[in-house]
């Protein structure tokens, strides 16, 4: 019995208090970056002066989600070596928990936004953009510039969403 070491009530907590596992976070970050690299180059299309404005916003919010992504991924690692290194209360490791949880909410949203950015930026290239998908109305630009991956116009939305 000499030889055998028994885990102490804090090593027992440290190791039940891995919420995030290491390889969990490559996968959600891989999966938020997968969207990034699967969409194919663009063929040359004719777009409607219209929505070339919107288009370039589009594009520049695309390319600036991986960098976000990748900086999410390292402020994780970050806290999860943090969390796991430091000696302290169940605040402490609570409020690690608590960073960790916002990171991988924040990682899914921007891969959300990134399948919304690439939808719209297919929708105009195949000329849908800018048409209700329910009732088949233009969508007023005012929206569009305020979100421009919106799908349906403000009737039709607050219908969906039962508002």
């Known amino acids: 019995m000499a030889g055998s070491k028994k885990k ?3 090593q027992k907590n ?29 063929k040359k299309i004719r777009v409607s002066p219209v ?18 992504v990748n900086h999410l991924e390292q402020d994780l690692r970050e806290d999860i ?5 430091m000696p ?6 609570g409020s690690g928990e608590l ?5 991988v909410t924040l990682m899914e949203n921007d891969r959300i936004e990134l399948e919304r950015i690439d939808r719209a930026i297919l929708r105009i290239e195949s000329g849908a953009y800018g048409k209700c998908e ?3 109305k233009v969508i007023p630009m005012p929206r569009l510039k305020a979100i421009p991956w919106a799908t349906r116009c403000i009737s039709c939305q ?4 039962g508002v």
């Not at 607050?158 to 969403?161: A, L, Q, T």
């Open 14 to 42: 440290r190791a039940a208090k891995k919420p995030i596992k290491k390889n969990a976070i490559k996968k959600i970050s891989q999966k938020a970056l997968r969207v990034v690299v699967s969409r194919a180059v663009p």
């Open 99 to 103: 960073n960790q949880h916002l990171s």
């Open 158 to 161: 607050s219908r969906m969403e």
């Open 51 to 68: 929505f070339q404005p919107l288009l370039a916003k589009l594009q520049r919010r695309r390319n600036d989600i991986p960098g976000q």
């Open 134 to 136: 329910t009732c088949e």
């Open 88 to 93: 302290g209360d169940s605040a402490d490791h």
């Open 8 to 10: 102490t009530t804090t």
């Open 81 to 85: 070596a943090d969390n796991q290194n």
